[in-house]
């Protein structure tokens, strides 16, 4: 017999890629979580991590193992919500996540929204990267994460999460008021390959997307500065300092003394929706999805 509370500790150390870590996000010791894996694999007559340098690796018994685990987590979970369920009108917490832009959009119009048409259902957003939005979702911490799509999310078939296309969000080029290419209703990015850029910093998600448009029209920008904020990006360009692609959906301060062209190849990031595999059955989650699937119209 599985243990599942074994199995999700095992669950944990493949998601986070040690014990220490798993044991953290957990809340056990790292002996603890040792433990309990030590346990599961007694239960289960195999080992399931071996040495590796200084720390440890998943067995292939493991790797197997976790083929089926996901799977049996999803259908536990949903077991759980079908036992739980009144079949009526969503009701309880509902725990959000997404970063600023997200929030702002499509998470606070969308609480609002529910609120007003659910009165004993409760909405909390929090603020979240998406890593961490990911990891909350794994620990059952949130419910539902609004989060942008970039190459480091697992794959779209991680049989863990849900994730479904929400909504494009085109890149404009944003240059100075009084640029010559502010005149133009349309550019194509190739004509600022010889212009100072503000660029996300390297940890940003969006770093990968504006370097991507850049060299897809055959250029590497000359990043002379970098912001993590998109107003503060705006600033600098106001000021003369660079050019910049701003996603279309950001709201920039303003009267900032700058124009936002759209771009040829319409460059964009791509926001999704992600729930734990079964989970978007839940009545609150579904409802939230609705709404959120026509604030993206």
């Known amino acids: 017999m599985i243990d599942l509370r074994r199995l999700h500790v095992l669950r944990a150390v493949s ?5 220490t870590a798993a044991a953290r996000a957990l809340h056990f010791t790292p002996s603890a979580a040792s433990q309990q894996i ?14 590796q340098g200084r720390g440890v690796r998943l067995t292939p018994a493991a790797e197997s193992l976790l083929t089926h685990a996901d799977a049996i987590q999803a259908r536990w979970d949903q077991a759980e919500l079908d036992l739980r369920a009144d079949h009526t009108e969503p009701a309880g917490p509902l725990r959000v996540s997404g970063y600023p ?14 609120r007003k048409r659910y009165p004993r259902l409760t909405v909390a957003i929090q603020e979240l990267g998406v890593p961490e939005s990911f990891d909350q979702l794994f620990e059952g911490e949130i419910d539902l994460a609004v989060v942008e ?5 697992p794959p779209m078939s991680d049989a863990r999460y849900d994730q479904r296309p929400l909504l494009d969000d085109p890149f404009d080029l944003v240059v100075p008021a009084d640029h010559p290419l502010a005149a133009h209703d349309r550019v194509d990015l190739a004509a600022a390959a010889h212009e100072d850029w503000i660029a996300p910093v390297p940890d940003s998600p969006c770093r990968t997307h504006v370097m991507s448009a850049c060299g897809a029209s055959g250029f590497a920008p000359n990043v002379v500065h970098q912001a993590v904020d998109w107003n503060v990006t705006a600033h600098l360009v106001a000021h003369g300092l660079g050019v910049a692609l701003i996603p279309r959906l950001t709201h920039l301060t303003p009267d900032l003394p700058i124009t936002r062209i759209p771009c040829e190849g319409n460059p964009h990031r791509k926001f999704l929706t992600c729930t734990r595999t079964g989970a978007q059955e839940r009545p609150a989650i579904a409802a939230a999805l609705t709404e959120l699937r026509n604030l993206s119209l």
């Open 101 to 114: 832009a997200a929030i702002c959009l499509l998470l606070a119009p969308m609480a609002a929204r529910l």
């Open 15 to 19: 998601h986070y890629g040690t014990v």
């Open 149 to 153: 799509a970039t190459p480091h999310n």
């Open 38 to 51: 030590r346990q599961l694999a007694r239960d289960l007559g195999v080992d399931l991590l071996e040495p």
